[in-house]
Nanobody
Framework: VQLQASGGGLVQAGGSLRLSCAASRRTGSNNGMGWFRQAPGKEREFVAAISWSGGDTIYADSVEGRFTISRDRAKNTVYLQMHMLKPDDTAVYYC?????????????????WGQGTQVTVSS
């Protein structure tokens, strides 16, 4: 499975961006998906996850209320709508497919990763 992330860019603080991640195909099982990010000099951190059904979502405290994860199973695509962006949100954002149908925050539970898309928020 290949994941193609897009939608990143440069935005001013307070602005919005929508990231998309398209999977080349289904994995053959029902999997949850997630978004992670990695800023320069920092470890990769969890951002948001969504279950296979889309009925369960979970967010990092730092983005709760500002970001929304959603998915279109027919298109094998997951989205991350980001509002009220802050300079601290600057990072490379990665989408991933997990091993289960539910939500999980641990990177070790994800077995397919996209190449990342850069998000830069200026102050």
């Amino acid at each position: 499975v290949q994941l193609q992330a897009s939608g990143g860019g440069l935005v001013q603080a307070g602005g919005s961006l929508r990231l998309s991640c398209a999977a080349s195909r289904r994995t053959g099982s029902n999997n949850g998906m997630g978004w992670f990010r990695q800023a320069p000099g920092k470890e990769r951190e969890f951002v948001a996850a969504i279950s296979w059904s889309g009925g369960d979502t979970i967010y990092a405290d730092s983005v709760e209320g500002r970001f929304t994860i959603s998915r279109d199973r027919a298109k094998n695509t997951v989205y991350l709508q980001m509002h009220m962006l802050k300079p601290d949100d600057t990072a490379v954002y990665y989408c991933a497919v997990n091993r289960f149908g539910g939500v999980t925050t641990a990177p070790v539970n994800y077995n397919y990763w996209g190449q990342g898309t850069q998000v830069t928020v200026s102050s």
